[in-house]
């Protein structure tokens, strides 16, 4: 069952996580979330090693309001 303090504490740490990323963007990797839904993200990053070396991936990320103890759905 969703509460409004535990939606609003997923909401907080995923703008913490976001402007994380913003101020120490990882090499090969992108990642924001909507405008519209901090709980949908989408990331892109490359493959820099093996078989998929120079192939970038595209994922959606779907938080919930249980993160940060709850991994997103991919």
């Given at each position: 069952m969703?509460?409004?303090?535990r939606t609003?504490?997923?909401?907080?740490?995923?703008?913490?996580?976001?402007r994380?990323?913003?101020?120490?963007p990882?090499?090969?990797?992108a990642?924001?979330p909507?405008?519209s839904?901090i709980?949908?993200?989408h990331a892109?990053?490359?493959q820099?090693?093996?078989?998929?070396?120079?192939?970038?991936f595209h994922?959606?990320?779907?938080?919930n309001?249980?993160?940060?103890?709850?991994?997103?759905?991919?």
């Amino acid at each position: 069952m969703s509460t409004p303090t535990r939606t609003q504490s997923a909401k907080n740490r995923l703008l913490s996580d976001w402007r994380d990323l913003q101020r120490s963007p990882h090499p090969g990797i992108a990642a924001t979330p909507l405008e519209s839904n901090i709980f949908e993200w989408h990331a892109n990053f490359i493959q820099e090693e093996g078989d998929y070396q120079g192939i970038y991936f595209h994922v959606t990320l779907t938080f919930n309001e249980r993160y940060p103890s709850s991994p997103p759905a991919i």
